[in-house]
């Protein structure tokens, strides 16, 4: 029997379950632990936290368990944003941009974010979780969080001191027969330029150049959140799910959470936790839940008339991101071949400002990927990706209304801080520098973007604001930290409220200077442990 065949009654059960969960679920119903969102963090809190029989854990989530084919398949990502499993966020003007409204896009349904992203699984580097516990999120760490990395995988390459063996999601490193001969040259030429070879993208030592390594299973499907995290645990007879049911309000009672309140089917019912609830929406929509409980910056939370229950004034605010360019484009002599895996097999981490931390990252995209501002590529195109990795830029997320059916207010401050523009314009040169190496003349016919007309500093400025997009990565919206400002604390308690906790990309002092989703995996995973240990 086939690995597909083999895993397909476990899928029908999964639907199964996330339809009679439904009914299940009562005004009088009560449970231990209640996780709002079953994005990646909520998936690994779930298959987590419901490993104790004796713990009753019901995840509530908006959206639906993924029935999109596409979703499956690795190759078929760029496709997925803006269909049916994306909230279809957008940002304000960006004055950075030159006014430009931003996409940002946020997973609908089990498995979150991780059902659109382009699967890349990306620890960053070390002494990037060191500057956390430096930022006050004491006992967060590279060796702390290399604990949970390495619990949460099964790597292709095998388990060692960096790598684990036996985790539920799996991790898949690029095979160098399969590889896509375009970024394979971009490798050489990388290496040519004079940067370091790194054979393990997530081992000892922050990578330079090296093989992207990808969420994907042994049957070639997304390893997203649901199939790695829920799937294995859908039998489980205390573990409840509840799909299109969008939580609208905490029950805060003398400052402890007692439960939330969800809407399903036009009608609102309240579900209690004897233990505490688990906000882990996402960077976007845990924040703006918190502040529609009352939780939050007070003057803003009066604006809209909502009563003040704690003053959590830099709730929303730190909002991160990685800008990317989109993109560095060439015309290949010939067709490009079709990626087996994601379409970005290369990656070259780069530090341009000093210190341990990569600033910049260069992708290998074997497909056009150019955002319309820029121009429309060739038919026989590839490209090369440019994104800044430690942006000096902050935003916020605010609420638009007290209905919780409003988007909210989303300002990512891309490339606000000129410090920002330079290092994006650098990382362009970097690109461009590679690009024109002899190792990728086979392939390349001609500079499309930013083009040969593009000789100064300040045309590639000006090319960055054109194609500058976010990665998509939002992420510390609800910074863990000691400090009495911090919204939560470091044991991921909500500051000022029992039995209330935030666990996903949210409680981001700084943003990883890499992918996010498996930052979040890895927060998560100490989550689990962190929430369990509180009570014995």
């Not at 476990?10 to 379950?17: D, W």
């Not at 007070?298 to 704690?310: F, N, P, S, Y």
Request: aromatic share 6%; proline share 7%.
């Amino acid at each position: 029997m086939s690995d597909i065949a083999a895993l397909e009654p476990l899928r029908h059960a999964g639907r199964e379950r996330v339809r009679s969960t439904r009914s299940s679920a009562s005004p009088k119903q009560s449970v231990d632990y209640i996780i709002v969102g079953s994005g990646t963090a909520g998936c690994v809190l779930a298959h987590r936290l419901s490993a104790n029989p004796q713990v009753r854990v019901l995840v509530l989530e908006a959206g639906t368990w993924p029935s999109d084919p596409a979703i499956d398949s690795p190759q078929a990502w760029p496709a997925l944003q803006g269909g049916a499993f994306d909230w279809n966020y957008r940002t304000v003007p960006q004055p950075g941009l030159d006014g430009r409204v931003l996409p940002c896009p946020r997973g609908k349904g089990f498995g979150g974010s991780s059902l659109l992203n382009a699967l890349g699984h990306q620890r960053g580097a070390g002494a990037g979780y060191d500057r956390w516990e430096a930022l006050g999120a004491t006992g967060w760490n590279q060796s702390t969080m290399l604990a949970a990395h390495r619990r949460s995988e099964t790597y292709s390459g095998g388990s060692n001191r960096w790598r684990g063996g036996d985790g539920p999601l799996d991790v898949l490193a690029v095979d160098p027969a399969r590889a896509n001969p375009v970024a394979r040259a971009f490798l050489d030429a990388a290496l040519g330029r004079g940067f370091r070879w790194s054979a393990d993208l997530n081992g000892e030592h922050a990578a330079e150049a090296c093989w992207n390594q990808f969420t994907i299973d042994g049957a070639g499907r997304r390893a997203h959140g649901a199939r790695a995290f829920l799937e294995p645990a859908l039998e489980r007879s205390n573990l409840q799910l509840l799909a299109d049911a969008p939580v609208e309000s905490l029950l805060i009672e003398r400052g402890q959470c007692r439960g939330v309140r969800y809407r399903h089917q036009q009608t609102l019912t309240e579900v209690r936790a004897e233990r505490g609830v688990i906000m882990a929406a996402g960077a976007i929509d845990t924040p703006k839940l918190l502040m529609l409980s009352g939780l939050g910056p007070a003057d803003h939370l009066r604006e809209h008339g909502i009563t003040v229950v704690a003053d959590l004034p830099q709730l929303g605010a730190n909002l991160q991101d990685h800008p990317l360019v989109g993109g560095v484009a060439y015309e290949a002599h010939r067709a490009v071949p079709l990626s087996q895996y994601n379409h970005g097999e290369g990656m070259l981490f780069a530090t341009v400002n000093g210190g341990p931390v990569p600033d910049v990252l260069v992708m290998s995209v074997t497909v056009p990927f150019v955002l319309p501002g820029v121009g429309t590529p060739p038919p026989q195109c590839f490209t090369l990706v440019p994104a800044l990795l430690q942006p000096q830029g902050r935003g916020s997320l605010r609420l638009a209304a007290a209905d919780p059916r409003t988007a909210p207010i989303i300002d990512t401050a891309t490339l606000r801080e000129q410090a920002d523009l330079e290092t994006l314009t650098t990382a362009v040169e970097i690109a461009r520098e590679v690009g024109a190496r002899k190792e990728l003349g086979e392939w390349v016919r001609s500079e499309v973007f930013p083009g040969p007309q593009a000789t100064t500093r300040n045309a590639l400025r000006e090319f960055v604001k054109r194609g500058t997009s976010p990665f998509y990565h939002p992420v510390g919206t609800a910074r863990m930290g000691a400090d009495a400002a911090a919204p939560v604390t470091p044991e991921l308690r909500v500051r000022g409220i029992d039995n209330l906790w935030v666990a996903d990309a949210s409680v981001m002092p700084q943003i990883v200077p890499a992918m996010t989703n498996a930052a979040v995996v890895a927060i998560a995973e100490r989550a689990a442990d962190l929430i369990a240990g509180a009570f014995g």
